[in-house]
């Protein structure tokens, strides 16, 4: 049996239903359970069949005459016949339900516990009900409050398995990126090696015959002797154009390592720390950032065409902006599924906004799944190849820069997306992080100032 | 049929020009190089003429590496198929081994010794393979009989590898009536059934439980080159393939329990391959590139030793 329950249970002894009102009265004046606003009335078999209050006995008794009049008949004939009656079989919750339900203002009575068998088993103080609902309030505030914080902490997580996501698709395309010039430079520095070797071996030789020719003793089968391993060298290396070749291969190499440090310097600038939360960014560098870093996705699927109006430096983390701008594209090289594949990436500012507009002639976005892109978890990749995460860490870091993204679509021309930020310090202006400020803007809004990249153009 | 005077042909296949220069400059003493950024073209290539061995880089605008080499296999059978890559799925590993048949799976950056070995064993068994089906097409038109004729022996035996009884019967349904199917439900078993008879394909599961067959696969294929191995198995494991198909030559990758139809194929193309590895061994000790034997310049210190002396510069 549950003990709260027990805590409120005060075993006051019942009336029976045959007691006069006088002698009621008297059992009132005697006290001894000062706490109880009433007295609960049984029959014979010892069960609940009503409740006689304080305050209805005194209201009987200020009528002058009363006691006289009535004084010598049993109080069933006054008591309330219907109080709150709850069992101690019962759940705290279906308790307090029960009697907070049935309450009626002033509280004048007490509610009646009966026992498993319907038995009367005492009192209960409706106060007491209400200090447990208050109670019970408190802890699921805090339950709330518990809650709230973890689902910001999952929050942050997700964020963060996001960005581990995208970092793997990266480090997968990086390594292809880097591998591929380590790869030649690794080989042409190995034939240089090779390549030096014979050099040295036919230097030797030339010397050998230099020495012989100079030499006044050397026999003639002795020069001949050095000339055919001169010509034997010559056989298998023609040092010429080998030499030739050989600076070909520096110059390979030399590419190569410049466009292995130019990787390894974006991904520096990609993942750096930002210096403070947000920094006086040149968001045309992060474009440019973002693009060498997502080079792998986009280089074998589209062009890219960048049209940059200059923009005003704006405070953002460069580094969630990377991210963002990285999921922008990475989506839009993954929906092109031809080979006239076009990526067109555009800055303006628009009033107090600066926007990237990145704008793809790949698939679209059916007009039903738009309202759903930018929720967790959404995608229409198959599974392992997007976690449907991108665009909603995107949203969720585009507003809390106080800015905004948005998009045009038209199914089988092509998508837009739209991020815009404030000039100025977001703190003064933050949007509005509501339900509807979720729902993009419908694509005439982007699609009128100028339409999107038809796919054949 | 490859002229063994000339060199045998190499290809390479990338869209990253300084890795086809690279790679060129290191085979060009030992074949004749072609390269190319663009997959159809490098299937055209091989029908145009008999390319021994082909290096396809995976990631490239037109054409994925394992189409191209899927292409080139359909193309031109004998040609010898690796793939070069800087990075790549397990898809892409896979493909390899089964449509694009490919003989070496190698990683950027590489170690030039190692492809040179590798080309140059690629080579080798293009040239054998060249040889084979010239020696079909000489032997009239029903090849196949005429080489039964040839080696009357020609029933090798399918030794299957693996205590899984569903496994038996899909090698049961592939085993054609001829070839006997040899069941050994550990490697001891196994051992003993390559000790004792004549087994051309081995069907085998990577793993028995805890234990490995990943090393046993490799060390057969060295006692045994002539075995032919099919791993039926459902692992996917990148690294563990690539080891397999290099270090094991897996012929092919069976996903199980996979497609009946493909696995009887798969057995058949394994018989067929076990058979030109069994009727050529003599090709297997030549090596594909031969020294040319230029006479050296001759008579040359008098002519050089009066070009000196017009000039004053040595004795009388
Ligand atoms: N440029 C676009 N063109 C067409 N569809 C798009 C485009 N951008 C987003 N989508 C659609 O929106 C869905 C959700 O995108 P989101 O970036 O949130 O997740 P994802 O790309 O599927 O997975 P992840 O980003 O984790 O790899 C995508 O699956 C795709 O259907
Ligand atoms: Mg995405």
């Known amino acids: ?447 009128t100032d100028e339409p999107v990249l038809a796919r054949s153009a | 049929m490859i002229d063994h005077n000339l060199k045998p042909t190499l290809l390479l296949v990338d869209d990253e020009t300084r890795i086809t220069r690279s790679l060129k400059m290191l085979f060009r003493n030992e074949f004749n190089v072609l390269t190319t950024d663009d997959g159809h073209e490098a299937i055209r290539l091989v029908q145009a003429q008999p390319v021994a061995v082909v290096i396809s880089d995976q990631r490239m605008p037109m054409m994925p590496g394992v189409e191209v080499l899927r292409g080139i296999r359909e193309a031109s059978p004998h040609t010898m198929r690796l793939l070069l890559t800087g990075y790549a799925d397990l898809a892409a590993v896979i493909g390899s081994v089964n449509e694009g048949e490919i003989f070496r799976f190698l990683q950027k950056p590489w170690d030039t010794e190692q492809i040179r070995a590798d080309v140059r064993a690629a080579a080798h068994v293009a040239e054998l393979n060249f040889t084979a089906a010239a020696r079909r097409a000489q032997s009239g038109q029903n090849p196949v009989m005429a080489e039964v004729a040839e080696v009357p022996e020609a029933c090798p035996g399918i030794l299957l590898l693996d205590r899984d009884p569903a496994a038996y019967e899909l090698v049961k349904r592939a085993t054609p009536p001829n070839n006997p199917l040899h069941w050994a439900r550990n490697l001891d078993e196994a051992l003993e059934l390559l000790s004792t008879q004549n087994i051309g394909v081995l069907v085998t599961d990577v793993q028995d439980g805890q234990a490995s067959h990943v090393g046993a696969i490799k060390a057969l294929k060295q006692s045994h080159p002539q075995l032919v191995t099919i791993v039926l198995t459902q692992l996917r494991d990148y690294e563990l393939l690539v080891e397999l198909i290099n270090q094991g030559q897996v012929f092919r990758f069976h996903p199980k329990p996979g497609h009946v139809g493909t696995f009887v194929k798969n057995v058949q193309s394994a018989l067929d391959y076990h058979h030109v590895l069994q009727t050529q061994p003599e090709l297997q000790k030549r090596h594909s590139v031969a020294q040319s034997v230029k006479p050296l310049l001759t008579g040359l210190s008098d002519r050089v030793m009066g070009y000196f002396r017009r000039f004053g510069v040595s004795g009388n």
């Open chain 1, 1 to 447: 049996m549950s003990s709260p329950l027990r805590a409120l249970l005060d075993p006051v002894p019942p009336l029976t239903a045959d007691m006069s009102l006088t002698a009621v009265t008297e059992r009132f004046q005697a006290g001894g359970f000062e706490r109880m606003l009433s007295l609960a009335i049984v029959d014979e078999d010892h069960r609940p069949i009503g409740l006689m209050s304080r305050h209805a006995l005194m209201e009987l008794l200020l009528n002058k005459y009363s006691r006289d009049l009535y004084g010598k008949r049993p109080i069933h004939n006054f008591m309330n016949p219907l109080p709150i009656i709850v069992s101690l079989a019962e759940s705290t919750t279906k308790v307090i339900s029960a009697v907070t339900s049935q309450i009626r203002t002033p509280i004048i009575e007490d509610f009646v516990f009966v026992e498993v068998d319907g038995r009367y088993a005492g009192l209960g103080y409706v106060a007491d009900v209400l200090k447990l609902v208050e109670q019970r309030l408190g802890q699921r505030n805090q339950a709330l409050a518990h809650a709230n914080q973890e689902i910001k902490a999952s929050q942050a997580h997700l964020v963060q398995s996001e960005k581990m996501a995208a970092l793997g698709q990266m480090v997968a395309g990086v390594a292809h990126e880097i591998n591929t010039p380590l790869g030649y430079v690794g080989n042409n520095v190995q034939m240089a090696e090779e390549m030096l070797g014979q050099i040295h071996t036919l230097v030797e030789a030339y010397d050998g015959l230099f020495e012989g020719l100079l030499s006044e003793t050397a026999e003639p089968h002795d020069i001949e002797g050095r000339i055919q391993t001169i010509a034997a060298i010559r056989q298998d290396f023609d040092a010429v154009s080998d030499l030739a070749d050989l600076t070909e291969l520096f110059n390979d190499a030399r590419f190569g390592l410049k466009q292995i440090s130019d990787i390894v310097l974006s991904l520096k600038n990609f993942s750096r720390v930002d210096r403070a939360a947000t920094d006086q960014v040149d968001l045309i560098e992060n474009i440019e950032t973002a693009l060498t870093v997502g080079y792998h996705h986009l280089k074998n699927k589209v062009t890219i065409e960048k049209r940059f109006e200059p923009i005003p430096r704006v405070p953002c983390s460069p580094s969630q902006i990377n991210q963002v701008l990285l999921n922008v594209m990475t989506n839009a090289a993954q929906a092109i599924d031809h080979d006239q594949g076009k990526l067109l990436i555009r800055t303006y500012t628009r009033g107090e906004f600066a926007c990237i507009s990145i704008e793809d002639n790949g698939s679209g976005i059916p007009a039903a799944h738009v309202a759903h892109i930018f929720e967790p978890f959404y995608t229409t990749k198959k599974v392992g190849e997007g976690t449907g995460l991108g665009l909603s860490i995107s949203y969720r870091i585009i507003k809390d820069h106080g800015g905004d993204i948005r998009l045009a679509t038209k199914e089988g021309v092509g998508t837009r997306f739209e991020i815009s930020l404030p000039i100025t310090s977001p703190t003064t202006q933050s949007t509005p992080d509501t339900p509807t400020a979720r729902m993009p803007s419908p694509p005439e809004e982007l699609l």
